[in-house]
């Protein structure tokens, strides 16, 4: 990193959850789709040419290079726990050829940066997987300058819907919020976010919220496919049956109606997510 380090003001805080997807090749099929405009909108006006940006939790880095070419010249600082997941993060912005990002491993629970080091701190899909989601918050609101925003936005599992209605996703759904919480995340994350950001101490949050829908030919393919491999070949997969969550021959059961509820005509998946914007005063 290239900024002077500081204390968190919580220096015992550190990551307690386990990430439960991991970074298999289904995994980063779903992640590197995602762009500002696809998950990111609601943060776009408030960026401007010349600010500086710290993007938490930045997995592959394919938002992380749309926002650098939105701040340029500003900065973009990009961190991740995962070291591996860097390299592809470097390689879409070298790609991009794009001279204004950084990036490094952090922890959310305590940044190595100094308080008002960024105009914006953004997280995106981070929340439900950390241990402490009070404790990010209060981390990314330290780093961030008064007047500056703190945006995080996360799905909420709970909600999610689709059509036609198959008992054995009913299970998936089950299944994941059970591993998910074995880990110490919070699968329904979209729903809390505002209730994490009064307890972290932000007074003037703006609320939205968004959704992805899945019900073309080709959205449905690839949904349903990214899901039926993460469910048997994924750390999650792993994690299931290490943690009593699941059998093999269950997870296949469910791969399999994953696979065959994508083949279906009138197949349609929403995925709702909350979204603050939260200005430091």
Same mark, same amino acid.
């Given at each position: ?90 390689? =879409?912005? +070298?790609? $991009?050829?794009?001279?204004? #990002? ?5 922890? &959310?629970? @305590?940044? !190595? ?20 989601? =009070?404790? +990010?918050? $209060?981390?990314?609101?330290? #780093? ?5 925003? &703190?945006? @995080?936005? !996360? ?86 049956v290490s943690g009593g969550h699941a059998t093999r021959a269950e997870l296949t059961s469910i791969a399999e109606a994953w696979r065959e509820w994508g083949t279906r005509e009138d197949a349609w998946f929403m995925v709702p997510h909350g979204e603050i914007l939260c200005r430091v005063s």
């Open positions: 990193m290239t900024h002077a380090s500081a204390p968190s003001a919580h220096p015992a805080a550190h990551e307690t959850a386990v990430y439960t997807h991991g970074h298999h090749e289904s995994v980063l099929r779903s992640h590197t789709w995602r762009t500002a405009a696809n998950s990111a909108a609601y943060l776009l006006p408030s960026l401007t040419a010349g600010l500086d940006v710290l993007d938490v939790g930045c997995g592959p880095g394919t938002i992380t290079a749309d926002l650098a070419a939105l701040v340029a010249p500003g900065r973009v600082t990009a961190v991740d726990a995962a070291e591996g997941v860097l390299t592809n993060a470097r390689a =879409v912005a +070298a790609e $991009r050829g794009l001279d204004n #990002v950084e990036f490094a491993v952090a922890d &959310v629970h @305590a940044l !190595d940066f100094p308080d008002d080091s960024f105009d914006v701190v953004h997280a995106h899909q981070v929340l439900q997987h950390v241990g402490d989601p =009070v404790q +990010a918050l $209060r981390e990314m609101r330290r #780093v961030c300058r008064p007047g500056g925003v &703190v945006a @995080a936005r !996360d799905s909420d599992y709970g909600a999610f819907t689709w059509f036609p209605e198959r008992p054995a996703l009913d299970g998936w759904l089950d299944l994941y919020h059970r591993v998910a919480r074995a880990n110490g995340g919070e699968p329904d994350a979209g729903r809390r976010l505002v209730s994490w950001a009064r307890q972290a101490g932000f007074t003037e949050i703006t609320t939205t919220a968004a959704t992805w829908c899945f019900a073309t030919p080709d959205e449905r393919a690839w949904w349903s496919g990214l899901w039926a491999d993460r469910t048997t070949g994924s750390d999650y997969a792993e994690l299931a």
